[in-house]
């Protein structure tokens, strides 16, 4: 009696045993095969969400003062990786003492020369671009208006133009469309020595 229960015994040990070895080593193999995920691979995914919510229409805006033509392949490059919509605009500012719609040959001739420059951008980038001259008031609030109407989700905006404002990239109507905004805003400073994004084909053309 007592040799038989003692067997019976060792042989439920030996299997309680032999199943936590079983479960140590399937439970070895899962997370072999299902890692955490690191803190990198986190933030890269809450990064890339947070791109796929951002961009969903774009607005490019230039002015006499700001100067957007740096951001412009960034712009085409996210449009398209996102299939978003993609609007460059000129704000023209017109001073209280003309009237709302007076002609500024100087200024319409610029806004002619960038919405070209950034229709040429988009067109090597293969995407669809709308271009738009303003004329306002206010610089800051038609960039306001514009996104408001557009129900834009991201603003991308360059820096003041190089020796206007010394020192001071930003300036205040960036500042003020920055801080204002209902949606995102991306601003592109360039730097001393060198673009924020080279248009490739630009710069191999060049090149040669």
């Not at 398209?80 to 003309?98: C, D, K, M, Q």
């Amino acid at each position: 009696m007592n040799a038989s229960s003692s067997e019976i015994q060792v042989t439920v040990a030996g299997a309680v045993i032999a199943l936590g070895i079983a479960g140590g080593v399937g439970a070895i193999l899962w997370w072999m095969l299902h890692p955490p995920s690191s803190y990198v691979q986190r933030i890269a995914a809450e990064a890339e969400s947070e791109l796929e919510r951002m961009v969903g229409s774009l607005i490019v805006a230039f002015s006499p003062e700001i100067d957007s033509s740096h951001m412009m392949v960034l712009a085409a490059r996210l449009a398209r990786g996102e299939r978003s919509e993609l609007l460059a605009i000129y704000v023209i500012e017109v001073p209280y003492t003309l009237p709302p719609d007076a002609e500024m040959e100087s200024e319409e001739r610029a806004a002619l020369d960038a919405l070209g420059a950034a229709e040429t951008i988009a067109q090597k980038s293969n995407v669809t671009i709308r271009t738009e001259t303003i004329k306002a008031r206010s610089t800051k609030q038609a960039v306001l208006d514009i996104a408001k109407r557009e129900k834009a989700n991201l603003i991308i905006l360059g820096s003041y133009r190089e020796g206007k404002y010394s020192g001071a990239p930003l300036g205040r109507e960036i500042e003020e469309i920055a801080a204002d905004a209902k949606c995102d805003v991306l601003i592109g400073v360039e730097g001393k020595h060198g673009t924020l994004l080279i248009d490739e084909s630009g710069a191999s053309s060049q090149s040669s």
